[in-house]
């Protein structure tokens, strides 16, 4: 019965997924999709039944994970949405009550800074990727460019096409998370490397980024080539504008518009970022400070 149970609410993952597919980007469709398989991984592990489960059981899987709070958070707000469409789609195989409901976390004061890495950390890394001219290491290139000069996340570059960049302004046209188009700047170094990359491989239209077999890029595919090839991951690249940026005397809306940021608490992690740096150089540095 148990079995029985999991297996015909693998379908109604699917059906879920083809629900929320259309209101979300490509990178939260596939942390969803992993995160709701884990949990139904978990109830089979217990040999729970999905209809009997209660706020208890999703209590102690979240208590039991190894990560954040706010990814906590993230996976209870899942199995509440999973719940909360099986309710309407398969009532047969759903809770009286929805288990994921109600459940309340204590407020996470220890919001942990992004880990930045350095302006000569990030002038080493294009260092080494302008000592080789052949067309995957202008595309290396290019890519760095784009995450560090205007803040791109993988997703919007997986999904840039040719026809996005404009070079007579210098600024690309990017969609963002929700579907949110936005329009970016790019810098001077990124617009001769377009030309180079573009040069090189004879295109006027179609994706930007391809793979050495000429097909698109997918986000999954960006992030191995950042991480194996490039040797930073995009997301780094893209706290590392917004943190050199602001180092550099750069107002904060201007950060929130350039990032695509919907909220501007979310930038002013930022500040905090810099707060810290500050402190730590004078710490280091001031003659108060420095030990004897």
Same mark, same amino acid.
């Given at each position: 019965?148990?079995?029985?149970?999991?297996?015909?609410c693998?379908?109604e993952?699917?059906?879920?997924?083809?629900?929320i597919?259309?209101?979300?980007?490509?990178?939260?469709?596939?942390r969803?999709?992993?995160?709701?398989?884990?949990?139904f991984?978990?109830?089979?592990?217990?040999e729970?039944?999905?209809v009997?489960?209660?706020?208890?059981?999703?209590?102690d899987?979240?208590?039991?994970?190894?990560?954040s709070?706010?990814?906590?958070?993230?996976?209870c707000?899942?199995v509440?949405e999973?719940?909360?469409f099986?309710?309407?789609?398969?009532p047969?195989?759903?809770?009286?009550?929805n288990?994921a409901?109600?459940?309340?976390?204590?407020?996470?004061?220890?919001?942990?800074?992004?880990?930045?890495?350095?302006?000569?950390?990030?002038?080493?890394?294009?260092?080494?990727?302008?000592?080789?001219?052949?067309?995957?290491?202008?595309?290396d290139?290019?890519?760095a460019?784009?995450a560090y000069?205007?803040?791109?996340r993988?997703?919007?570059?997986?999904?840039?096409?040719?026809?996005?960049?404009?070079?007579?302004?210098?600024?690309?046209?990017?969609? &963002?998370k929700?579907?949110? =188009?936005?329009? @970016?700047?790019?810098?001077? #170094?990124?617009? *001769?490397?377009v /030309?180079?990359? $573009?040069?090189?491989?004879?295109?006027?239209?179609?994706?930007?980024?391809?793979?050495?077999m &000429?097909?698109?890029?997918? =986000?999954?595919? @960006?992030?191995?080539?950042? #991480?194996y090839? *490039?040797?930073? /991951?995009?997301? $780094?690249?893209?706290?590392a504008?917004?943190t050199?940026l602001?180092?550099?005397?750069c107002?904060?809306?201007?950060?929130?518009?350039?990032l695509?940021?919907?909220?501007?608490d979310?930038?002013?992690?930022?500040?905090?970022v810099?707060?810290?740096?500050?402190?730590?150089?004078?710490?280091e540095?001031?003659?108060?400070?420095?030990?004897?």
């Open positions: 019965m148990v079995a029985a149970s999991i297996e015909l693998r379908s993952i699917l059906d879920y997924m083809r629900h597919r259309p209101r979300i980007a490509s990178t939260t469709y596939h969803k999709l992993w995160q709701i398989q884990a949990w991984k978990h109830l089979a592990a217990k729970k039944n999905p009997n489960i209660t706020r208890a059981d999703v209590e899987y979240l208590s039991g994970l190894h990560c709070q706010q990814f906590r958070q993230a996976m707000a899942v509440r999973f719940y909360e099986l309710k309407i789609r398969h047969l195989l759903c809770p009286l009550e288990p409901a109600g459940i309340e976390f204590k407020p996470d004061k220890s919001r942990r800074l992004p880990n930045v890495p350095s302006q000569a950390a990030v002038d080493e890394i294009f260092a080494r990727l302008y000592e080789k001219d052949d067309d995957l290491h202008i595309r290139r290019l890519m460019e784009l000069g205007s803040g791109l993988r997703a919007e570059l997986a999904r840039l096409d040719i026809e996005d960049i404009d070079l007579e302004t210098n600024t690309a046209q990017v969609m &963002g929700g579907n949110k =188009p936005r329009v @970016v700047p790019l810098t001077e #170094k990124t617009a *001769i490397t /030309r180079e990359y $573009l040069a090189r491989r004879r295109a006027s239209r179609g994706p930007l980024l391809v793979s050495w &000429g097909r698109r890029l997918t =986000p999954q595919g @960006v992030w191995h080539i950042y #991480k090839r *490039i040797g930073l /991951r995009p997301h $780094l690249f893209r706290h504008c917004a050199h602001l180092k550099n005397g107002g904060i809306r201007v950060i929130q518009e350039l695509g940021h919907e909220r501007i979310t930038t002013y992690i930022y500040t905090a810099t707060k810290e740096n500050l402190r730590k150089v004078i710490l540095n001031h003659p108060r400070a420095v030990k004897k």
